[in-house]
């Protein structure tokens, strides 16, 4: 593990899930040749997926799970999809790598399904699409952008239906860092990582970034996915008083390590973090609203967003869940925007291959914006960044998708 100022090898703990999982898809088979495509035509048209609606992950695999279900209802109520209803076949993965292998593979190969649509998270996306590839079906994913999930070489996905891969999540917040004014612009960073495929190359690309600009790394942690208590690290961090600290996590894993910068009371001038704050009320109530003002955080969409069809959607998941959708809902969504894209465009489900073809060749207007892939299925865009002011999180960059029209530069110090 890297430790303060160390440069140790990380352990890469989810490739060694990912080959027991490989062992699983290996030892159930792969399915038919071809898809059933020719299903009779007043059958609903199947999609299957897998979601951790249990576990590590179940916060924003339920919301995934609701985004589904909104685009579902939403295309059923514009007539179906090729004029049939759409149906999803939902299985529950427990935020487990060989456990989403296995659903997947019983999608495709019990539960027959005529489509597929990804899970949460690099970690679960990459033996995922995988079992996917193998049984020669379309994968789309609404949350994976670790950049080894695109260097495998398969033709059938996945497509990551986000702006951007991990590791240029947080470029648009590296270039506002460097542009500030000298007596404003950190001097020091601190870094504490959760060992995950996606939250690990945002952290490598900002720390690149900063270190060749000259700013000092004066802390480097990265901390596996048992971490439940962070007050070890949090006081470390305060031990080398940054001016900036980097937090790459998921969701509570950045709540915890948020609380604990609290409770040993240090606050740098500069907070980012990755998806944790993105998750809106849900974060601030697990920090307290009070703590979250100035924090930045890389973000796919804003319910404020003025793209085709946002409006309609927001208005959709509110009234079917009683609050605005968070920012996992509104990814799963726009996958199921990209899946019914290629579809209408091939005008026909018999032919896997085709489909992918068709999304390397065209781009594809979300509710996230206009999204458009590189032939490995890695996104060709730009991610918002956001900040949290005055109790609500809001966009900052790029400009022209901004919500607020300043950017704090420096968060309230303690007393």
Avoid at 13 to 33: E, H, N, P, Q, S
Avoid at 59 to 86: C, F, H, I, M, S
Wanted: hydrophobic share 40%; glycine share 8%.
């Amino acid at each position: 593990m890297r430790g303060s100022k160390g440069h140790l090898e990380r352990p890469r703990v989810w490739f060694a899930a990912l080959a027991l999982a490989a062992t699983a898809l290996i030892a159930a088979g792969c399915g038919d040749d071809e898809s059933d495509g020719g299903a009779d035509s007043d059958e609903p048209i199947t999609v299957g997926l897998s979601l951790p609606l249990t576990g590590e992950f179940s916060q924003p695999g339920k919301a995934a799970e609701q985004g589904y279900e909104v685009w579902r209802d939403t295309v059923n109520d514009e007539g179906g999809l090729l004029g049939r209803q759409v149906e999803l076949i939902v299985r529950d993965d427990a935020s487990d790598q060989n456990t989403v292998v296995a659903d997947y593979n019983a999608l495709i190969q019990k539960d027959d399904v005529d489509l597929l649509l990804g899970t949460f998270s690099s970690l679960l996306n990459l033996p995922a699409s995988a079992a996917a590839e193998r049984n020669r079906m379309l994968y789309i994913e609404p949350a994976g952008g670790a950049p080894e999930i695109f260097e495998r070489d398969f033709q059938y996905g996945p497509f990551f239906t986000q702006q951007a891969t991990a590791d240029h999540q947080g470029d648009l917040f590296a270039e506002w860092v460097l542009a500030l004014p000298e007596n404003e612009r950190p001097k020091t960073v601190a870094y504490a990582v959760l060992d995950d495929p996606f939250t690990v190359p945002v952290v490598d690309a900002l720390r690149a970034t900063f270190e060749e600009a000259g700013i000092e790394t004066v802390y480097d942690e990265t901390y596996p996915v048992s971490t439940s208590n962070f007050d070890s690290i949090a006081n470390s961090v305060k031990s080398a008083n940054p001016d900036m600290v980097v937090n790459g996590s998921q969701f509570e894993d950045g709540i915890g390590f948020r609380r604990s910068l609290t409770k040993v009371g240090f606050e740098p001038k500069i907070l980012f973090q990755t998806n944790a704050p993105s998750f809106g009320k849900q974060y601030s109530d697990g920090v307290g609203v009070e703590n979250t003002e100035g924090t930045f955080f890389a973000i796919s969409h804003t319910p404020e967003a003025d793209t085709p069809g946002n409006a309609e959607f927001v208005d959709a998941f509110e009234q079917e869940f009683g609050e605005p959708p968070a920012e996992d809902a509104a990814d799963a969504y726009a996958a199921g925007q990209v899946l019914q894209a290629a579809v209408e465009g091939v005008g026909s489900i018999d032919d896997q291959l085709a489909l992918a073809d068709w999304l390397r060749e065209n781009n594809v207007e979300t509710i996230l914006g206009p999204l458009e892939w590189e032939d490995t299925g890695a996104p060709i865009g730009e991610f918002l960044i956001g900040q949290w002011q005055n109790g609500n999180a809001e966009i900052v960059l790029p400009e022209d998708a901004a919500t607020s029209d300043e950017i704090i530069a420096a968060r309230p110090q303690a007393e």
